[in-house]
């Protein structure tokens, strides 16, 4: 069996939110981690027997921090999961890794599993950094944690270069640069964390993916908006 988490990201408005769930709802959904908008967090935990993770989570706790979502709020209203880095919050809202650390540490207060993302650009792929690249972004948040928990957190190598564009590395390349990851962690650390790939996941090529024993799930952002496109790629994942 692999993890299948689905990162809705900003695509979907409300009606077409409430059409997912209607669609899905007969299917079994309770071992499949969904990541919605936060402002539909509460729909998918009310109609949907999904698990339910948010797409980010807030530095600091409880408090004076307008327009920022708490993870003990994430774990009040019943969220299990939540991303964290993203490259596109990386890029986007300059992310990095103290900021990382923090959010981390108000999950594990929260007993919510943290998703923490990476991944390399084109660019450093094509200067053969990826896993320099790749290493920098795990250590520079493991060492900063707590070191008896970093068996809580999951992994989901992205390739940034493969979000959004169809493209997606050789099973061959997905492999090298898991084992890589996992034996990083087992080497530096002396723990097992599970490793998603994600990037351009789609009913085309999960099949291929599939081979990859050392893959132990994916992150799915566009195919997780397609109703049938998801169920399919669930269906081959369990
Ligand atoms: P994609 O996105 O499946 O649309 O490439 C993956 C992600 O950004 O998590």
Not at 81 to 105: A, D, W
Not at 133 to 149: A, N, P, R, W, Y
Request: net charge negative; aromatic share 8%; hydrophobic share 35%.
């Amino acid at each position: 069996m692999k993890l299948v988490v689905g990162n809705q990201k900003a695509y979907l408005k409300r009606d077409e939110v409430l059409d997912f769930i209607e669609k899905t709802k007969n299917y079994d959904c309770s071992e499949t981690i969904i990541c919605p908008s936060s402002v539909y967090l509460d729909l998918y935990l009310d109609k949907s027997n999904y698990i339910v993770g948010s797409q980010d989570v807030g530095e600091r706790p409880l408090g004076a921090t307008t327009g920022e979502i708490s993870a003990d709020q994430l774990n009040s209203i019943g969220v299990a999961y939540s991303l964290v880095g993203h490259s596109e919050r990386r890029k986007n809202q300059h992310e990095t890794g103290p900021m990382l650390i923090n959010k981390i540490n108000r999950l594990f207060e929260n007993d919510i599993t943290p998703i923490l993302c990476i991944g390399e650009t084109q660019e450093e792929k094509e200067l053969n950094v990826t896993k320099d690249v790749i290493g920098k972004q795990i250590m520079e948040v493991f060492d900063g944690l707590d070191q008896t928990k970093l068996e809580k957190i999951i992994i989901a190598y992205e390739p940034i270069w493969s979000i959004g564009t169809g493209l997606i590395p050789t099973n061959e390349e997905i492999e090298d640069t898991i084992t890589y990851i996992k034996d990083l962690i087992v080497d530096k650390y002396d723990k097992r964390v599970a490793v998603l790939y994600g990037g351009s996941v789609n009913k085309g090529n999960i099949d291929e993916l599939n081979k990859i024993d050392l893959v132990d799930g994916y992150l799915i952002g566009g195919a997780s908006t397609k109703v049938e496109e998801f169920l399919y790629i669930m269906s081959k994942c369990e």
